[in-house]
Each structure stands twice: as structure tokens, then as C-alpha cells.
């Protein structure tokens, strides 16, 4: 059975930082691409970032780049992504998901965790 437990989501101010992680068991981990996604208040998933099973590819939507940074821990099964400058429009559950594809969309994504909620407000 695949879990993917999300943490570290919380409320910080604008300009903030926060780092979550994501365990996985279940899954041979080393096999997937990982990445994040989110889900804002009222609106539809979105993509975030992914990472390659090495670590040494990563590709980050255009909202995120230079502020956000995904890496992983594949002896811990863990991934992780650090937000750094936080917006009030990056608000949202934030997902971690196994997938195939560097740039997966949320139909392809085979399993889900329950997300943790980052507010970003003053």
C-alpha cells in the first residue's frame, strides 16, 4: 500500500520561509521522479517542482523558480521542498506524488498523500 505523508506546512508571514517533507513507503522510491504540487483556496491542482532520481535534474514552474528549491533523501525515501520570499498566493495544500514524468500533470499522478496547508499571511 502506497502513503505519502506530507509535513512542515504551518502560517508565516510574507517574505518567510518553510520547508516540508514527504515519506513515501510502499513504493520502490528510487524508481520515481518525485515532485510537489499545490492546490490554492477554490482553485485546481498545479505543478510545482520535480526532482530525478539522481537529484541532479530538477524543473520548477514559473511562479516558483528562484524562490523554491525540491531535493531529496532517497536512503530517508523523503523529499523535500524549501520556500523561501513566500507569497500570499503560494497559500494552498501542498502535495507530493510519485511520477514518471518531469513535468507530470495531476492526471497522471497514480497516488496522493493528504497534503500539508501553508497560509502565507501577515
Known amino acids: 500500500q502506497v502513503q505519502l505523508v506530507e509535513s512542515g506546512g504551518g502560517l508565516v508571514q510574507p517574505g518567510g520561509s518553510l520547508r516540508l517533507a514527504c515519506v513515501a513507503s510502499?513504493?520502490?522510491?528510487?524508481?520515481?521522479?518525485m515532485a510537489w504540487f499545490r492546490q490554492p483556496p477554490g482553485k485546481e491542482r498545479e505543478f510545482v517542482a520535480t526532482?530525478?532520481?539522481?537529484?541532479?535534474?530538477?524543473y520548477y514552474a514559473d511562479s516558483v523558480n528562484d524562490r523554491f528549491t525540491i531535493s531529496r533523501d532517497n536512503a530517508k525515501h523523503t523529499v523535500y521542498l524549501q520556500m523561501n520570499s513566500l507569497k500570499p498566493e503560494d497559500t494552498a495544500v501542498y502535495y507530493c506524488?510519485?511520477?514518471?514524468?518531469?513535468?507530470?500533470?495531476?492526471?497522471?499522478?497514480?497516488?496522493w498523500g493528504k497534503g500539508t496547508l501553508v497560509t502565507v499571511s501577515s
Open positions: 506524488a510519485p511520477t514518471r514524468e518531469l513535468r507530470p500533470v495531476v492526471s497522471g499522478i497514480p497516488y
Open positions: 510502499g513504493l520502490t522510491f528510487r524508481s520515481y521522479i
Open positions: 526532482i530525478t532520481v539522481s537529484g541532479l535534474t530538477k
